[in-house]
């Protein structure tokens, strides 16, 4: 026992290197435990910004760079529009108009989320997202990337009922859609920094969104909104043949013309099949 020697109450070498070692323990314990509540807390920021899946990817967040260094990579890229809301918003008190667009990001980051896409960005009314990779359980990105999209569209009535409620029942969502390659990571300086995808994939879908708003599909939801997307985006959805097929359209920013396709009716997605529903 330390500093059990009869009538001397001096501590020995041997209780020194114990105490010693024993503090080191404790110490290395309590880092780890300080390490393990930082990294825990870190994912819970980080989850409200990306799906699981890119969580379980990133093997340690508690690095310098938190496994995220940009990387090119095939990437579905979406961009959605509130349609009619900027005119709408210049009549609106600030608080109701942030009511609003919380809304609307509420309803559109959930069937994003769900099909395993990413939120890169808000603006305002629009939102941007990619999806990439392929699993099991998830598919491939187009795949789910439309499969978001009809989503939207498709379900547009539920989140028009809130429309409705406040008196904005006119409005409507267009959504664009490319696939191609991308650098996606972590892209920032130190003071800010922004998991992201970058590419001209990225500026092509922002162009076919723009490009939505000149084709409108009666049968798709009340002519609520649509879905313009490319053809590498339709045939890595393995849905060429049944949505319409544009032909080649001169594109803002596009020296040549990208052939683009549109959802047809309210379409379902099963599988790695979109199939026609009666609306």
Known sequence: VIGSVKGDNRLS???????EHITNVLSLFF??????????????VFQKYVPKSVMDS??????????????????TSMFIDLRGFTTFSESLPPERVVAVINKYIEFVSLRISNAG????????????????????????HANRAVRAALGIINEWSEFKKYLTDHGLGS?????????????????????????TAIGDTVNL???????????????????????ICSETT???AGVRDSWTDLGPVEVRGKVQKVRVFMAMAKSNISGDK??????
């Open 13 to 19: 070498d041997d209780d020194l290197f114990l105490i």
């Open 31 to 44: 880092m780890n435990a300080l390490n393990f509540q930082k990294e825990q807390s870190l994912r819970r």
């Open 58 to 75: 990133v093997n340690d967040l508690s690095s310098d760079n938190g496994g995220l260094e940009p990387k090119s990579t095939e990437i």
């Open 117 to 140: 896409g990413i939120i890169d960005n808000l603006m305002g009314d629009g939102v941007v997202a990619f999806f990439s990779g392929e699993s099991a359980e998830h598919g491939h």
């Open 171 to 195: 409005l409507g969502v267009g959504v664009g859609m490319h696939t191609g390659r991308a650098v996606v990571g972590d892209v920032g300086s130190e003071i800010r920094t922004n998991y």
């Open 205 to 227: 879908a922002a162009r076919l969104q723009d490009l939505s708003k000149k084709y409108m599909a009666p049968e798709l939801v009340n002519n609520s909104g649509n879905i």
């Open 234 to 236: 339709v045939i890595g």
């Open 274 to 279: 979109i199939e026609k529903v009666s609306a």
